[in-house]
Nanobody, 123 residues
Framework: QVQVVESGGGLVQAGGSLTLSCTASGRTFSRYAMAWFRQAPGKEREFAASINWSGSTYYADSLKGRFTISRDNAKNTVYLQMNNLEPEDTAVYYC?????????????????WGQGTQVTVSS
C-alpha cells in the first residue's frame, strides 16, 4: 500500500506563487508515475500535470508555462510549482501515483491518492 500526502496549499493573492509538495511512501517511488489533479467547487476533478519515472512531464494545455512539476526520488517527493496564479486556480489539489499509466490525464489510471490540499487565490 502506498500512502500519498500533499502539503503546501494555502491562500495567495492573484499573481503570486505557491509550491505544493507530495510525499509517497514505499521503496519503489522512483518507478511510479506521479500526477497532480485539481477540483474546483462544483466542478469535476481535472488533470493538471504529470511526471513519469524517467522525468518526462506533461501538462494540461491551460497550465503550460505557469505550472511546473518535478520530482526528487531521494526524498520520495513530487512538487508542483505554480506561478502567476489566478482566481480560477482555486481548487483542492490532489496528488496521485501509479506504477503504470497509459493515459496520464485519466484519473482512473492512478491507484493511490492523497487527501488533497486547498489552494485559494484571491483577486
Amino acid at each position: 500500500q502506498v500512502q500519498v500526502v500533499e502539503s503546501g496549499g494555502g491562500l495567495v493573492q492573484a499573481g503570486g506563487s505557491l509550491t505544493l509538495s507530495c510525499t509517497a511512501s514505499g521503496r519503489t517511488f522512483s518507478r511510479y508515475a506521479m500526477a497532480w489533479f485539481r477540483q474546483a467547487p462544483g466542478k469535476e476533478r481535472e488533470f493538471a500535470a504529470s511526471i513519469n519515472w524517467s522525468g518526462s512531464t506533461y501538462y494540461a494545455d491551460s497550465l503550460k508555462g505557469r505550472f511546473t512539476i518535478s520530482r526528487d526520488n531521494a526524498k520520495n517527493t513530487v512538487y508542483l510549482q505554480m506561478n502567476n496564479l489566478e482566481p480560477e486556480d482555486t481548487a483542492v489539489y490532489y496528488c496521485a501515483a501509479s506504477i503504470a499509466v497509459v493515459r496520464r490525464v485519466a484519473a482512473g489510471e492512478y491507484d493511490y491518492w492523497g487527501q488533497g490540499t486547498q489552494v485559494t487565490v484571491s483577486s
